[in-house]
């Protein structure tokens, strides 16, 4: 990846976190683990982890997570797994 290509990048994902309410982690974050393998009850950790993780606090944080990943052309899997309040 090009030094153009990554700062654009960045700023998008800057641009992303301040637009969602609820949780962006990017690889290299130090919450990112925590985000990714703090419920894990086993703590078998996976090899893989995904670069980018967002934890919506609302349905606009879900289209902008989306929209991101479109206009990047990143893939997208959706987690859940806590009750709703």
């Not at 683990?33 to 078998?44: Q, T």
């Not at 980018?52 to 987690?79: G, N």
Request: glycine share 8%.
């Amino acid at each position: 990846m090009s030094l153009l290509i990554a700062d654009l990048l960045y700023m998008n994902i800057t641009r992303l976190k301040q637009t969602c309410t609820g949780v962006v982690a990017v690889a290299g974050d130090s919450n990112l683990s925590e985000l990714l393998h703090g419920n894990l009850w086993n703590r078998l950790i996976p090899e893989r982890a995904p670069q980018i993780v967002v934890r919506a606090a609302d349905e606009q944080d879900v289209m902008a997570a989306v929209r991101f990943a479109r206009d990047h052309r990143l893939k997208v899997a959706v987690r859940g797994g806590g009750l709703a309040d």
